[in-house]
């Protein structure tokens, strides 16, 4: 799109939503704890990778 076609499209979507009394934010709560659990869950496997990794490389140092 080009930028005057986007400056025109927020400009109705913002005069739309005022004569419609405004956003409805009351999705916001559970979309934000949804998206709060995935990226949680996104770093508990991210520091499994990390911890299995770690143990592989210090299975191979020998001690002897």
Do not use: C, D, H
């Amino acid at each position: 799109m080009l930028p005057e076609q986007v400056v025109l499209l927020w400009t109705y979507l913002r005069s739309r939503t005022r004569a419609a009394g405004g956003w409805n934010e009351a999705g916001t709560v559970v979309e934000k704890v949804i998206l709060t659990a995935v990226f949680a869950a996104l770093a508990v496997l991210v520091g499994a990778i990390i911890v299995a990794k770690v143990k592989a490389r210090a299975a191979t140092i020998n001690l002897n």
